[in-house]
T-cell receptor
Framework: GQQLNQSPQSMFIQEGEDVSMNCTSS?????WLWYKQDPGEGPVLLIA?????ELTSNGRLTAQFGITRKDSFLNISASIPSDVGIYFC???????????FGTGTKLQVIP | KAGVTQTPRYLIKTRGQQVTLSCSPI?????VSWYQQTPGQGLQFLFE???????NKGNFPGRFSGRQFSNSRSEMNVSTLELGDSALYLC???????????FGSGTRLTVV
């Protein structure tokens, strides 16, 4: 089945630093999604990408849909304490296929 | 508008018992998906319902089942609970052909 490898698994950064994380797949996706999960809550959609090469921003967050359609990247600029949480990538290959989630990147921001 | 509502938030059950979890999607959303989240396995897809029909099913044993009602509310049932079923169960709803899920806060199931 489809697998999504997300890296890094966890990271500690200083407040104000930029953050990069990525997701790679063994197969092609038509849609890439990035979610953030706060403790005790469900994931919240941050950015959705629908086209290879697409670059989309949401405030300090920028995500890209890789040209090969097998990868995606999320960047967070000027991190702040409330960025703490687990970030998940997710991919969808179209039709009635399920959405597949990555294993998550746990982000800790040191004030 | 109201978000996705999952009840109960927390549940403790004994091995061998069964449990039913409930999910009310956002009004107008006809697709409901269920995921199991554990620290070691991440978010694992259970099943998806659309207009009362199961469209997709993950690789879980038959002890895990679900259904969707005509008002799009969904329930999932786990029978003969095992310790390994302890997890956060998340429900997500979406508009037809949209995969930008909105998740509920989940039901934390503990099996003792």
């Amino acid at each position: 089945g489809q697998q999504l490898n997300q890296s890094p698994q966890s990271m500690f950064i200083q407040e104000g630093e930029d953050v990069s994380m990525n997701c790679t797949s063994s197969s092609i996706f038509n849609t890439w999604l990035w979610y953030k999960q706060d403790p005790g809550e469900g994931p919240v959609l941050l950015i959705a990408l629908y086209k290879a090469g697409e670059l989309t921003s949401n405030g300090r967050l920028t995500a890209q849909f890789g040209i090969t359609r097998k990868d995606s990247f999320l960047n967070i600029s000027a991190s702040i304490p409330s960025d703490v949480g687990i970030y998940f990538c997710a991919g969808h290959s179209g039709g009635y296929q399920k959405v597949t989630f990555g294993t998550g990147t746990k982000l800790q921001v040191i004030p | 508008k109201a978000g996705v509502t999952q009840t109960p938030r927390y549940l403790i059950k004994t091995r061998g018992q069964q449990v039913t979890l409930s999910c009310s999607p956002i009004s107008g959303h006809r697709s409901v998906s269920w995921y199991q989240q554990t620290p070691g396995q991440g978010l694992q897809f259970l099943f998806e319902y659309f207009s009362e029909t199961q469209r997709n099913k993950g690789n879980f044993p038959g002890r895990f089942s679900g259904r969707q009602f005509s008002n799009s509310r969904s329930e999932m049932n786990v029978s003969t609970l095992e310790l390994g079923d302890s997890a956060l169960y998340l429900c997500a709803s979406s508009l037809e052909d949209s995969y930008g899920y909105t998740f509920g806060s989940g039901t934390r199931l503990t099996v003792v």
